[in-house]
């Protein structure tokens, strides 16, 4: 009979432990002239990796290379680290704010997976999360229900993976006169969003819209995004590249043609078990772009990895990751079908931000509405949104849209021009994701008037109409 032992826990322990050895910050500006060191000493926790890494992430810092260890209890790490210009970090206040949030992070930090009850809603703001199967349009009626409540969207964001789709939203309620948003009127939200999500599903598919916590940055956001999107099992068709020498002997996933093997950028992964020290050693080699390391651990932690030592770094635009993870229970051993899916969680959690196609950055006055109106005309225009992030500073509303025609095919001149016509005197900028080429429109003024069309009156009326019923199931 085979037995099992499970690490023992103890909360107040860990606590104790935190209390007695907090986490030393130390920022070196000397050792490099490049780049910058953050070396964090602290007593480990699972998820400590993850905290550090994000409270660099929402700092907008580059991390370029960095070395783990964590065993015996003890983390010792050290991150390389740049602005978003590719600066050394010498500005003193960003410098005290990369040591108080590591330092403090596990205090102020909330639960990201905590949810509200509907008898627990009393603030004049309401957050959603909604994933289901993606289709062309969704953002649109989304946005056209909320406006139809009278809500009005503070921010959002939303990915597009392997045919779903995950969003949060964020609302605050504009119909009534009221502080607060009560359990009837959240109640009345949801559900409508409800009936939006499910016209297009089936029974047996899945799909969901709950209230959840407010995020307090935006990488919390991105982090419950992965989750969303994990449970929503986007992953089941994911494929890395396999290679075809002793280097590139990675797990198979799809193979990867010898010819292609030096060009490919796509994501591999190579698994390998270590008997010694009971260690599976992970292997990840990808094209190399921010947030990488942020979406990788992000995954490793969600699926009770305990990452013991690691080394990550680049070369030219390709990016290497090493991992020597444990599982949190304490087994050792990883069947076939286990790796499997942990190569293919990893690769979906890289692909997840790799949008191509164009990138629409949007800037004008915030008013109530506006993303009905931007992502109806993205519709009408036949676009299709694969990824969402927009926001509000002062009385401006800023958002960037990743947009393809619905043929999946890259989005004409023709096309961008009507668009650019349309939304009628906000500064627009369009880039080509993964090339050089930038376009840039502006207008001497801002009109927030909307254009009229006998179309625009006619959708808008018959959109009014269709979020009073609920599909018919057979």
């Not at 009408?380 to 958002?399: K, Y």
Request: hydrophobic share 35%.
């Amino acid at each position: 009979m085979d037995i099992t032992y499970t690490p023992y826990a103890d909360r107040e322990f860990e606590v104790l432990m935190e209390r007695i050895h907090p986490p030393r910050v130390c920022i070196d500006n000397d050792s490099y002239p490049d780049c910058t060191l953050v070396k964090v000493d602290s007593a480990n926790k699972h998820g400590m990796l993850l905290e550090i890494v994000q409270v660099l992430t929402d700092l907008d810092i580059v991390i370029s290379k960095s070395y783990i260890s964590s065993d015996g209890g003890w983390l010792m790490d050290v991150f390389h680290v740049t602005d978003h210009h590719g600066n050394k970090i010498t500005d003193e206040s960003l410098m005290y704010r990369i040591q108080w949030g590591i330092c403090e992070s596990r205090k102020l930090r909330p639960s990201i997976n905590q949810e509200l009850c509907l008898t627990k809603v009393s603030t004049d703001q309401m957050t959603l999360e909604i994933s289901g199967i993606d289709r062309p349009g969704l953002m649109s009626e989304m946005s056209a229900a909320l406006t139809q409540l009278g809500c009005h969207v503070l921010s959002a964001v939303a990915w597009t993976h392997n045919g779903r789709a995950a969003c949060i939203i964020c609302i605050e309620d504009t119909s009534k006169t009221g502080l607060h948003i009560d359990s009837t009127r959240a109640s009345q939200v949801q559900s409508q969003l409800e009936n939006v999500i499910e016209a297009h599903h089936h029974d047996n598919e899945l799909r969901s819209v709950k209230l959840a916590s407010p995020s307090t940055g935006q990488t919390d956001s991105e982090r419950r995004l992965h989750q969303l999107m994990a449970a929503d099992r986007d992953h089941g068709e994911c494929c890395s590249c396999s290679g075809v020498d002793e280097l590139d002997d990675l797990y198979v996933l799809s193979p990867c043609c010898k010819e292609q093997k030096k060009k490919c950028d796509a994501m591999h992964v190579r698994m390998e078990s270590c008997k010694e020290n009971g260690y599976l050693i992970i292997t990840m080699r990808s094209r190399d772009r921010p947030k990488l390391l942020f979406d990788t651990v992000c995954a490793l932690t969600d699926l009770q990895c305990i990452v013991h030592h690691a080394a990550v770094g680049s070369s030219g635009s390709t990016a290497f990751q090493e991992y020597y993870v444990t599982r949190k229970s304490g087994t050792t051993q990883y069947s076939e079908a286990e790796k499997h899916r942990v190569a293919q969680c990893l690769t979906a959690a890289v692909e997840r931000r790799n949008s191509q196609g164009l990138r629409l950055d949007i800037c004008t006055r915030n008013r109530t509405g506006l993303l009905s109106d931007v992502t109806r005309m993205f519709r009408e225009n036949g676009l299709s949104i694969t990824r969402v992030e927009i926001g509000i500073r002062g009385e401006e509303a800023l958002g960037t849209f990743y947009i393809k025609e619905t043929s999946g095919e890259d989005v004409s001149p023709r096309t961008l021009e009507r668009v650019r016509q349309e939304f009628g005197g906000a500064g627009i900028v369009v880039k080509r994701i993964f090339s050089n080429e930038t376009f840039e429109y502006e207008a001497s003024a801002i009109e927030d008037r909307s254009r009229f069309s006998l179309g625009n009156m006619l959708w808008s009326q018959l959109e009014r109409l269709a979020y009073n019923f609920r599909p018919i199931r057979s």
